[in-house]
């Protein structure tokens, strides 16, 4: 099993920052929820999201998962932390979908979460998301992973 990251107070700093930067891009006109999240990829670079809202409830998008998203698509494969921030007196951790997504860039990612007063959540991904399911789980009985042809 892997150890924890250890994320130095420093970057912790750099990340709640950004995750509470992030916040005030939030499009959310329904839920007036303004979330803000920040990943610490393994090139040492941070990214940040919002949470983006759309009238078809289904269509809309977490903070966390658009930080990760945003990583993603400047290249990154791993994360090693994500900080989010909700606008709240106490802190929301991630959800279920974006743990979920933040599994399969980062299975043992820290997650920190922080919010309008000074408590603060700060654990692990394996703590939130036990016996996850994820890439590991579709290797074939060559241990190769499965790949899927385009057509």
Known sequence: MKADPVISLATRQRLE???RAAAGASYSPYSKFPVGAA???DSGRIYSGCNVENASYGLCNCAERTAIFTATAAGE???QAV????PTARPTAPCGACRQVINEFG????VICVCNSSQRI???LPAL???AFGPQNLLNASRRPVRHKVR
């Open 17 to 19: 920052k950004a995750a």
């Open 39 to 41: 990943v610490l990829a």
């Open 77 to 79: 494969r791993k994360i």
């Open 83 to 86: 900080a989010v921030y909700t």
């Open 107 to 110: 299975a043992h990612a820290a």
């Open 122 to 124: 700060e654990t692990t």
């Open 129 to 131: 998301l036990g016996e």
